[in-house]
C-alpha cells in the first residue's frame, strides 16, 4: 500500500519561499508520477505541479517561474520549492501519486486521476 508523508508548510510574508517534501513508500516497481495539489478554503481543489518518471514537470499558470517540482528518485521523496509567494498561494496543500503498471503515460494536474494521498500542510502567506 503506498503511503505518502508530507512535511513543510507554515507562515511566511509576502514574497519569501518554503519548501515542502513529500516522502512516498509502498510502491517499488511501479510506474509513478508526482504531484502537489492546494485548496484555498471555499475553493475547489486545483494542481499545483507535477513531475513524471522521466523528470518532466507541468505546472499551473498560476506557479510557473516561482515554484520548482523536484523528485530524489532514489528516496522516492518530491520536493515543492516555492519562492515569491504571494497571498494567493495560501491554501492547503497535499502530496500525491498516481502510481500503475504498464506503458509509460504522462500525467497531468487533474486531481482525479491521483489515487494516493499524504496528509495536507498548512501554508500561509501574508502581505
Known amino acids: 500500500q503506498a503511503q505518502l508523508v508530507v512535511s513543510g508548510g507554515g507562515s511566511v510574508q509576502a514574497g519569501g519561499s518554503l519548501r515542502l517534501s513529500c516522502g512516498g513508500s509502498?510502491?517499488?516497481?511501479?510506474?509513478?508520477?508526482m504531484g502537489w495539489f492546494r485548496q484555498a478554503p471555499g475553493k475547489e481543489r486545483e494542481g499545483v505541479a507535477i513531475?513524471?518518471?522521466?523528470?518532466?514537470?507541468l505546472y499551473a499558470d498560476s506557479v510557473k517561474g516561482r515554484f520548482t517540482i523536484s523528485e530524489d528518485t532514489a528516496s522516492t521523496t518530491s520536493f515543492l520549492l516555492m519562492s515569491s509567494l504571494k497571498p494567493e498561494d495560501t491554501a492547503m496543500y497535499y502530496c500525491?501519486?498516481?502510481?500503475?503498471?504498464?506503458?509509460?503515460?504522462?500525467?497531468?494536474?487533474?486531481?482525479?486521476?491521483?489515487?494516493?494521498w499524504g496528509q495536507g500542510t498548512q501554508v500561509t502567506v501574508s502581505s
Open positions: 500525491s501519486a498516481r502510481i500503475w503498471f504498464g506503458a509509460y503515460v504522462s500525467c497531468g494536474l487533474d486531481s482525479s486521476d491521483y489515487f494516493y
Open positions: 509502498g510502491y517499488t516497481g511501479s510506474r509513478h508520477c
Open positions: 513531475i513524471n518518471e522521466d523528470g518532466s514537470t
